[in-house]
């Protein structure tokens, strides 16, 4: 069923600044965040680790429907930049729609013309156990 709505979805049209590209063209849905997951649960970002200092973004281009599966299957490696998906991890992200896109910060629905993402290292403290998968280097447990 989510296909079946993703294909009816709007595109919006612009261009994405990272620090090592310029990209241009248009997309459904982009998820910028330092965690795994959406509010709910949703596992959307498997390589991000809240202490590497780099956001995960996942870019979700126009799918056909001839071209589930594909996506799909794309969805399930996550290439760097593939035909339907896109994924990076990059310390900043700008984007530049061509009109103001909606946005949701956190639970929190605005729209933007124009946005920057930037991971901020050592921000704020956390307290995580010491397995926690999150994590790029585990802590070193207190002697």
């Known amino acids: 069923m989510g296909a079946v709505l993703a294909i009816n979805l ?3 049209q612009g261009r994405l600044t ?6 241009i ?8 965040g330092n965690g795994r997951q959406t509010g709910g649960g949703i ?4 390589r991000a680790r ?5 956001l995960d973004v996942l870019v979700i281009r126009q799918i056909s429907p001839r071209a589930l599966l594909a996506a799909a299957r794309e969805l399930q490696q996550l290439p760097a930049d593939g035909e339907y998906i ?4 990059t310390p900043w992200l700008e984007v530049h ?30 307290i995580v156990p010491n397995n926690c998968p999150l ?7 207190k002697a």
């Open 135 to 141: 994590l790029s280097q585990r802590p070193k447990p």
């Open 86 to 89: 896109s994924y990076w991890q």
């Open 97 to 126: 729609p061509e009109e103001a896109i909606p946005v949701n910060l956190d639970g929190e629905p605005l729209r933007f013309s124009t946005v920057r993402y930037e991971a901020v290292p050592k921000a704020i403290s956390l």
């Open 43 to 46: 596992q959307v970002a498997p």
């Open 18 to 23: 990272l620090p090592d590209r310029e990209i």
């Open 50 to 54: 809240i202490d590497d200092g780099l």
């Open 25 to 32: 063209g248009s997309g459904l849905v982009a998820i910028v």
């Open 10 to 12: 709007y595109h919006y």
